[in-house]
C-alpha cells in the first residue's frame, strides 16, 4: 500500500508569494491533517479535511487555507509569504479522523523563503 | 488546557544502553488518546503506539516498551539495547476530542535521541 505522498519535496519562494503544497493520503483514508513543523514552535496542527470539508483549524492566520478533492488529495495554500512560514509542512492521513486514529504522514514539503 | 511536555531536549547513548524517553500530559477530559511518533532525518513521522485513557497495561514490542501512568499523567517509552538505527527525533502526542471529532494531535517538543556505536 502507497503511504503518504507530499509535493514538491522543496521550495523555495520569496517573500509576498504565494504557494501550493499537494498531499495524496493513503487509499482509502478519508481524513487529511496538515501540520506545520518548526525549530521554534515545534509541530502544530493547521487544518483537517473529511469528505472535502474542513472539519477543525489551528491557530493560524488567514493566509494559511486549504481544501479537499473528490479523490481525498488535499493541498494547502500560503498566501502573502512572510520569513517567518519557513517549515516543514507535514501531510497526514487516517481513515476518518477520529481521536483514536493513528495519523500517517509524509515526508513533508520543506519551504524556505528568502 | 491540552499540552504535552517532553523535558529531555536532547539524550546521548552508547550502543546498547537502555534509555527512557519522558513524557508528561495535561488533559481535562476523560476519554483520550496517547501516541508515540518517530521522525528520522528523512522527515517523515512514523507511528510507533497508541494508547487511550482507559488502558493503563504497559506495552511491550520487541525493544520498544510504554509506560502509562495516569497517577502522574506520564507515557514513557524505554528502548532496550538501544542501536544506532534509533537514533531519530521520538514525538509524544495527545488527541482528545472536541467539537469538531476529529483527531488534532497535540505534540510534545520532542526529544532527539543520539545512539553512539
Known amino acids: 500500500k502507497a503511504g503518504v505522498t507530499q509535493t514538491p519535496r522543496y521550495l523555495i519562494k520569496t517573500r509576498g508569494q504565494q504557494v501550493t503544497l499537494s498531499c495524496s493520503p493513503i487509499?482509502?483514508?478519508?481524513?487529511v491533517s496538515w501540520y506545520q513543523q518548526t525549530p521554534g514552535q515545534g509541530l502544530q496542527f493547521l487544518f483537517e479535511?473529511?469528505?472535502?470539508?474542513?472539519?477543525n483549524k489551528g491557530n493560524f492566520p488567514g493566509r494559511f487555507s486549504g481544501r479537499q478533492f473528490s479523490n481525498s488529495r488535499s493541498e494547502m495554500n500560503v498566501s502573502t509569504l512572510e520569513l517567518g512560514d519557513s517549515a516543514l509542512y507535514l501531510c497526514?492521513?487516517?481513515?476518518?479522523?477520529?481521536?483514536?486514529?493513528?495519523?500517517?504522514f509524509g515526508d513533508g514539503t520543506r519551504l524556505s523563503i528568502l | 488546557a491540552q499540552k504535552v511536555t517532553q523535558a529531555q531536549t536532547e539524550i546521548s547513548v552508547v550502543e546498547k544502553e537502555d534509555v527512557t524517553l519522558d513524557c508528561v500530559y495535561e488533559?481535562?477530559?476523560?476519554?483520550?488518546?496517547l501516541f508515540w511518533y518517530k521522525q528520522p532525518p528523512s522527515g517523515e513521522l512514523v507511528f510507533l503506539i497508541r494508547?487511550?485513557?482507559?488502558?493503563?497495561q504497559n506495552e511491550i514490542s520487541g525493544r520498544y516498551s510504554w509506560n502509562f501512568q495516569k497517577s502522574t499523567s506520564s507515557f514513557n517509552f524505554t528502548i532496550t539495547a538501544s542501536q544506532v538505527v534509533d537514533s531519530a527525533v521520538y514525538f509524544c502526542a495527545l488527541s482528545e476530542l472536541d467539537s469538531s471529532n476529529t483527531g488534532k494531535l497535540i505534540f510534545g517538543q520532542g526529544t532527539t535521541l543520539q545512539v553512539k556505536p
Open positions: 497526514a492521513s487516517s481513515v476518518r479522523g477520529g481521536i483514536d486514529q493513528p495519523q500517517h
Open positions: 487509499s482509502g483514508h478519508r481524513s
Open positions: 479535511y473529511f469528505s472535502e470539508t474542513q472539519r
Open positions: 488533559t481535562r477530559d476523560t476519554t483520550y488518546y
Open positions: 494508547r487511550n485513557s482507559f488502558d493503563e
